[in-house]
């Protein structure tokens, strides 16, 4: 298993600015994805970070939003860019192996509330 | 975004009952994985699945891995007040590398 370290866990941030998140893991590992959980509901996929090439986003996220670097495969970081109380939610990073059997596993997530 | 049929959405039950939760879905999936999420933590793995009919177990958790690759189930057995939380399924779709989640089983125990 692959142990994922996330900063910040939890922060409070004003409307219109812009907050990286971190992922670290402890191991060197094919896939990384990142996850929002808003409130009360479950997972949903923003991208694929791809190791030296642009992220691979999923239908309704965009890179100008959330703009994401892998610079190798223990790390990325996402940006939530130009944020609105919307953007309140749990922000997820998940490692692992990738296809032909492979499970995927997550930090604690980042907290994340916009006033 | 896309998202896995997943039911019941909560239930209450008592302290020692056992518990079935499943999911479906239209698509095929290569892998079938199981969560659960307590407060304030992000998701914690249960129960991988990696083939067609597979049936696999982890204590008092079994899950399997439909037939039609289409959709899995997972069990508890015995039910204990720690058991509370919120269980997710995870497809990773035919083909590619992403998993989709499924919508989440509530689940209270009543003591």
């Known amino acids: 298993s692959a142990v994922i370290s996330q900063k910040p866990s939890r922060d409070i941030c004003q409307r219109g600015t812009s907050l990286t998140i971190q992922c670290q893991v402890d191991?060197?590992?094919?896939?990384m994805f990142w996850y929002r959980q808003q409130p009360g509901q479950s997972l949903t996929l923003i991208a694929t970070?791809?190791?030296?090439?642009?992220?691979?986003?999923e239908s309704g996220f965009v890179i100008d939003k959330f703009p994401i670097s892998r610079p190798n495969l223990t790390f990325s970081t996402l940006t939530v860019s130009n944020m609105s109380p919307e953007d309140s939610s749990i922000y997820l990073c998940?490692?692992?192996?990738?296809?032909?059997?492979?499970?995927?596993?997550f930090g604690e997530g980042s907290w994340l509330t916009v006033v | 975004g896309q998202q896995l049929n997943q039911s019941p959405q909560s239930m209450f039950i008592q302290e020692g009952e056992d518990v079935s939760m499943n999911c479906t879905s239209s698509?095929?999936?290569?892998?079938w994985l199981w969560y659960k999420q307590d407060p304030g933590e992000g998701p914690v793995l249960l129960i991988a699945?990696?083939?067609?009919?597979e049936l696999t177990s982890n204590g008092r958790l079994t899950a399997q891995f439909g037939i039609t690759r289409k959709d899995s189930f997972l069990n508890i057995s015995a039910s204990i007040p720690s058991d509370v939380g919120i269980y997710f399924c995870?497809?990773?779709?035919?083909?590619?590398?992403?998993?989709?989640f499924g919508t989440g089983t509530r689940l209270k125990v009543l003591a």
């Open positions: 998940s490692a692992g192996q990738g296809q032909g059997g492979n499970t995927i596993y």
């Open positions: 191991s060197q590992v094919t896939m």
């Open positions: 970070a791809n190791q030296g090439s642009e992220a691979t986003y």
């Open positions: 698509s095929i999936f290569n892998t």
């Open positions: 699945l990696y083939k067609a009919g």
């Open positions: 995870a497809g990773q779709l035919l083909g590619t590398y992403k998993y989709i």
